[in-house]
């Protein structure tokens, strides 16, 4: 049991000091509501071969649906909630290894957008007016 735990606490050393990362998001901007397909390209020599398909790719707290990979892309659909704030989301590609799992963070990578369909913002606060009934402009023909 030692001998295990040994060989995974040093792959994992191994995948950070040899540089996996993600290299790049691609769109890597969407509104809440918003659903699309991503592509997370990995890179360095901590990333597995290109016959490994990854375990779970997320954005935030979001999770990747149908996920796959060819070569470096690493593709999978998002759902971005439609009440997710707007700001960045780290983005993580989990690969299988036989010592523990490799997990590939690019933080701060994917933007939620504001949105088209944001409410909108008020920023003075609104005038009172009275109207007084039966007294109001009169249309002649």
Same mark, same amino acid.
């Given at each position: 049991?030692?001998?295990?735990?040994?060989?995974?606490?040093?792959?994992?050393?191994?995948? *950070?000091?040899?540089?996996?990362?993600? !290299? @790049? #998001?691609?769109?890597s901007s969407a509104a809440?509501?918003? /659903?699309? &397909?991503?592509?997370?390209?990995?890179?360095?020599?901590g990333v597995p071969p290109?016959q490994v398909q990854p375990?779970?790719? *997320?954005?935030?707290?979001?999770?990747? !649906? @149908? #996920?796959?990979?060819?070569?470096?892309?690493?593709?999978? /659909?998002? &759902?971005?909630?439609?009440?997710?704030?707007?700001?960045?989301?780290?983005?993580?590609?989990?690969?299988?290894?036989?010592?523990?799992?490799?997990?590939?963070?690019? !933080?701060?990578?994917?933007?939620?957008?504001?949105?088209?369909?944001?409410?909108?913002?008020?920023?003075?606060?609104?005038?009172?007016?009275?109207?007084?009934?039966?007294?109001?402009?009169?249309?002649?023909?």
């Amino acid at each position: 049991m030692k001998i295990y735990l040994y060989f995974a606490l040093i792959a994992q050393l191994v995948n *950070s000091a040899l540089g996996a990362e993600i !290299t @790049s #998001v691609t769109p890597s901007s969407a509104a809440p509501g918003d /659903t699309v &397909t991503v592509t997370m390209t990995v890179g360095g020599q901590g990333v597995p071969p290109s016959q490994v398909q990854p375990t779970s790719m *997320s954005i935030g707290s979001v999770a990747g !649906t @149908s #996920v796959s990979r060819s070569n470096n892309d690493c593709t999978a /659909t998002f &759902t971005i909630p439609a009440a997710q704030s707007a700001g960045t989301l780290d983005c993580v590609v989990i690969f299988p290894s036989p010592n523990g799992a490799i997990e590939i963070t690019l !933080t701060g990578g994917f933007e939620v957008t504001a949105g088209a369909n944001a409410p909108p913002s008020i920023t003075a606060e609104p005038e009172s007016q009275t109207i007084v009934l039966g007294v109001g402009p009169r249309v002649f023909r």
